[in-house]
């Protein structure tokens, strides 16, 4: 479990919607210095929790991103590509790549909006359409966050 306070929240929220250091201190009327200091506290428990999450899920890792918080792994069992995401809305998540048939699914609605407010919390657009299966919109989703990574 990731443990973050409400001020390291709200930094995390203002750089993941784009703001640079400087900015974030000046909206919010501290130094510069305080900012990047919180960041790099929170940016280390972002990578200790992915870390920890991939662990307990015997995930292989691959790629990982704090700043971004996403872990790109490999699950050996499943044989499939796992991705872990850390975002204020939705916290860890765990997504295991899948063709699945979310029209039966009941977790198909939940699936849904943590995929739209994680989008919508890294400035990443994603179609609105109901008719666009969860498991297609992770892959949109996924693909987009792994351009820079």
């Known amino acids: 479990m990731i443990y973050l306070t409400e001020k390291q929240l709200l930094l995390w929220r203002l750089r ?4 640079t250091l400087s900015e974030i201190a000046t ?5 510069r ?5 919180t960041m790099q ?10 870390i920890s ?23 050996p069992w499943l044989k499939t590509e796992v991705y872990i995401t850390f975002s204020s809305r939705n916290g860890l998540q765990i997504w295991f790549k899948h063709e699945g ?17 994680e989008a919508e919390e890294r400035g990443i657009e994603l179609p609105a359409s109901r008719e666009i299966e969860p498991s297609k919109l992770a892959e949109i989703l996924f693909d987009k ?3 820079g990574l």
């Open 101 to 117: 048939d979310c029209k039966t699914c009941p977790l198909r609605e939940d699936c849904r909006k943590i995929l739209l407010n």
């Open 16 to 19: 993941q919607s784009g703001l």
């Open 145 to 147: 966050l792994l351009e």
């Open 53 to 75: 999450a991939a662990a307990a899920s015997k995930v292989e890792i691959r790629r990982i991103d704090a700043k971004r918080g996403i872990l790109v792994g490999w699950s």
């Open 33 to 37: 210095q305080a900012v990047h200091k």
């Open 27 to 31: 909206k919010l009327g501290i130094s």
């Open 41 to 50: 506290t929170v940016e280390n428990k972002v990578y200790e929790a992915l």
